[in-house]
């Protein structure tokens, strides 16, 4: 539909980017960016007639997202008409328009179109080889001043090098090193510099991101009290084992799995370090939370270690986040079982018997009255008591 449409609107219509990188790799992707030589936004307004979806239209950047009952989305830009408005029809300068949108794009790999209309449909629009990249696995930049531009093409690089296990092309990793060692990643502001972390460690391979990260001296920029080893990159291979683990106990969690690769990145920061650190980048509370659990980990696991009893395995973790529980566990899957008999038994446990109870009991209300129920919370979780009569008998005694 989107062909037949930009053939009676007389455009050029192209699909780029991402999803064509992942289609010549033989991955899927569900992002669509399509690019029209010609207006963006009435072409976009166009094919919402027909496709009867939702349409978001951006004015400012002449683009427009177009998202489908199915929850699949389209992004549509427009290429800047004033570089071909009135002489459309010379081919020479309609294909210098999709070939400077791709000029302005990071990586060779990125910057290719495939042509949806008219008699080149489906043809492959290459100005930069990134075709022959993709074949050889290689990240290169397109021009030497793109660092500068947009330092953050950097994390990107890292994450594509990361996700397909690709390499810098030589000169590319020198620009890298070059911007890195000019403090590009200075001009970032903390919040950007965070979310790129953060897409990096939300990405496929978030130990390699990690490792390249460190390779191109970029960790210290993140912050200079973080050290990256052997030992911790160990421990992080081990997050996917626990995850593995989770999922046989068919328990749901709503938590994010990157958060875990955050953790073990700024493990042994000290309180003042870590406060640091989300101070800079401004990490909501719960996240904040989840850093600071570091600083608990060894007295909490130990401690674990000990415990023999239910209640006590229940105080322990009463109150620590999924995260922390599974951290516990990427150090030391000894306690697993522990951890098991909590989330899958003890922390359902609760008591039926109330202050009501104490109170036909004739006594007045007072704090002994949280000691008492606390007792026999206890009692319970160790097995000693099981129903509402065994609870107000262990309650009355
Ligand atoms: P992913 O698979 O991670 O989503 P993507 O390449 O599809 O990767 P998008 O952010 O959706 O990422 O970007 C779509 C396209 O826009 C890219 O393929 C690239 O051509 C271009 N692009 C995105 N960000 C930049 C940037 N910072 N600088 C230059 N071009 C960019």
Known sequence: KAGA???????????????VRDLLLG?????????????????????????????????EFGTAVLTLEDGMKLDVATTRV?????????????LGCIQQ??????FSINALAIQLNGHSFG??????????????????LLHNFSLYDDPTRIFRGLRFASRYGFKFEPRTKELIKQAVDLDVIEKLSNN????????????????????????????????????????????????????????????????????????????????????????????????????????????????????????????????FAIEDLLLLLIKDFTLKDKVKLYLEELRWI????????????????GPFFQDALQAVKKAKLDGKIVNYQQEQRYLRD
């Open 101 to 106: 949108d791709l000029f302005r794009r990071d």
């Open 82 to 94: 004033e570089y071909y408005s009135g002489i459309a029809s010379l081919p020479e300068v309609e």
């Open 27 to 59: 991955k899927a992707n569900l992002d669509l960016d399509l690019v029209v030589e010609g207006d963006g936004i009435e072409f976009a307004r166009r094919l919402n007639k027909e496709l009867k979806g939702e349409l978001d239209i951006y004015h």
């Open 5 to 19: 449409l930009a053939e009676e609107l007389e455009y050029n219509l192209y699909i780029v980017g991402g999803f």
């Open 123 to 140: 043809q492959l629009v290459d100005y930069f080889n990134g075709r022959e990249d993709l074949e050889q696995g290689v990240i290169r």
């Open 192 to 319: 950007r510099l965070f979310s790129k972390l953060q897409l990096g460690l939300q990405d496929k391979y978030p130990i390699k991101f990690i490792n390249l990260l460190q390779e191109e001296n970029i960790l210290s920029y993140i912050s200079p009290d973080i050290r990256w080893n052997e030992e911790k990159e160990k421990l992080a291979t081990k997050v996917v084992d626990v995850l593995e683990w989770l999922k046989t106990l068919n328990l749901s969690f709503k938590f994010n799995e990157w958060v875990l690769y955050l953790m073990v990145l700024i493990w042994g920061m000290n309180h003042e370090q870590i406060k640091e650190f989300n101070q800079k980048f401004n990490l909501n509370k719960n996240l904040s939370y989840r850093l600071f659990f570091t600083l608990s980990f060894d007295s909490l696991s130990s401690r674990l270690k000990a415990a023999e009893d239910n209640s006590e395995i229940y105080y322990l973790l009463e109150g």
């Open 350 to 365: 609760d008591i039926k018997v109330s202050g009501e109870d104490i109170i036909d009991f004739g006594y007045k209300p």
